[in-house]
């Protein structure tokens, strides 16, 4: 089944204390985004890669990194987690970054 | 940024009548997506319509999109309780898309 798988579901944790959310897409797509989600904001770019090795910043892109080593697998990473970084995030991919965004099921994250 | 902003930003209607919500942007795209949200989840890709189309249908959907005033419409007709969920337009360019805060549309049994 194509999908994009986002682990972990919901994550607790506390300020400073790194953490990586993965992505995984099984549809060879060439772009991958992250994107996380505030009530009354809608859905901000953090980052986003148009392939292996290329990444860029997106709308908010402060406070994380991502990698893109493989194809298939885009990890968002926060360095050093702070409580406005509590939010709800979204990984999606796509043949092309302009064509259809396929996304993941969403990761709940709070800092405290 | 090429930001969708939809309108309105809630709506609440019968089941069986027409929701209509729009959504404007501010620069020039390669074409205009719709998503749909059920609460807390993943988006839904509904329909993409490219710049030099006019209108789109798909089932119980249609969009329109009028480049000159840079705006978009989705019309859900019929609705049924399994259509309550947030709506989101998304302008395209080159590598990107920008999503709005959405429309939130519940639908009365």
């Known amino acids: 089944e194509a999908q994009v798988t986002q682990n972990p579901r919901y994550l607790i944790t506390v300020t400073g204390k790194k953490l990586t959310v993965t992505c995984s897409q099984n549809?060879?797509?060439?772009?991958m985004s992250w994107y996380r989600q505030d009530p009354g904001l809608g859905l901000r770019q953090i980052y986003y890669?148009?392939?292996?090795?290329?990444?860029d910043k997106g709308d908010v892109p402060e406070g994380y990194k991502v990698s893109r080593k493989e194809k298939r697998n885009f990890p968002l990473i926060l360095e050093s987690p702070s409580p406005n970084q509590t939010s709800l995030y979204f990984c999606?991919?796509?043949?092309?970054?302009?064509?259809?965004?396929?996304f993941g099921p969403g990761t709940r994250l709070l800092v405290l | 940024s090429q930001q969708g902003e939809e309108d309105p930003q809630a709506l609440s209607i019968q089941e069986g009548e027409n929701a209509t919500m729009n959504c404007s942007y501010k620069?020039?795209?390669?074409?205009l997506q719709w998503y749909r949200q059920n609460s807390g989840r993943g988006l839904v890709h509904l329909i993409l319509?490219?710049?030099?189309?006019r209108e789109k249908h798909s089932g119980r959907l249609r969009v329109t999109l009028d480049t000159s005033k840079k705006s978009s419409s989705l019309l859900i007709t019929a609705s049924r309780a399994a259509d309550t969920a947030s709506y989101f337009c998304?302008?395209?360019?080159?590598?990107?898309?920008?999503f709005g805060a959405g429309t939130t549309v519940t639908v009365r049994a």
């Open positions: 998304a302008p395209s360019n080159d590598y990107k898309l920008s």
């Open positions: 549809m060879n797509h060439e772009y």
């Open positions: 319509i490219r710049s030099n189309e």
């Open positions: 620069t020039s795209i390669n074409n």
């Open positions: 999606a991919s796509s043949y092309r970054g302009r064509e259809t965004q396929y």
């Open positions: 890669s148009m392939n292996v090795e290329v990444t």
